[in-house]
């Protein structure tokens, strides 16, 4: 699976709760990305197989809204974004400051 952010965003809002199903507005609310970014990201999720998805059992006129598909991680998904969203956060730097007044190497000591 590429590691894009918004890939990124999407499994961290899943794994916030792994056993919760979150439909698209739920996810596009919690990731901040825009229907034709977080779906395709979705559908990759579900090819690959750590991402399960199934429609609610409503009917849309007593609801008086359409059905819901709901999404959930598998267990080989929660795995594999967890080791995903470390091996992502190895890579990054750190941006806390460093303690002891000590500037990282280049930057300068004014």
Same mark, same amino acid.
């Given at each position: 699976? +590429?590691?894009?952010? #918004? *890939? /990124?965003?999407? @499994? %961290? /809002?899943?794994?916030? !709760? ?7 507005? $739920? ?5 901040? @990305?825009? %229907?034709?970014?977080?779906? #395709? *990201?979705?559908?990759?999720?579900? *090819? ?5 998805? $199934?429609? =609610?059992? *409503? !009917?849309?006129?007593? /609801?008086? +809204? #359409? ?8 267990? =080989? ?9 470390? =091996?992502? +956060?190895?890579? %990054?730097? $750190?941006?806390?400051? +460093?303690?002891?007044?000590? =500037?990282?190497?280049? /930057?300068?000591?004014?």
């Amino acid at each position: 699976m +590429r590691m894009t952010i #918004p *890939v /990124a965003k999407v @499994l %961290s /809002a899943l794994l916030a !709760d792994p056993a919760a199903e979150r439909y698209g507005l $739920d996810l596009m609310k919690l990731t901040g @990305l825009p %229907s034709g970014t977080l779906y #395709p *990201v979705l559908h990759r999720l579900q *090819v690959a197989g750590w991402l399960l998805a $199934d429609w =609610e059992e *409503v !009917d849309p006129a007593a /609801a008086g +809204r #359409p059905a819901r598909r709901y999404y959930r991680l598998t267990a =080989e998904g929660v795995g594999a974004a967890r080791q995903a969203l470390a =091996e992502l +956060r190895a890579l %990054s730097p $750190d941006p806390r400051p +460093r303690r002891g007044g000590a =500037e990282p190497t280049g /930057a300068p000591a004014w």
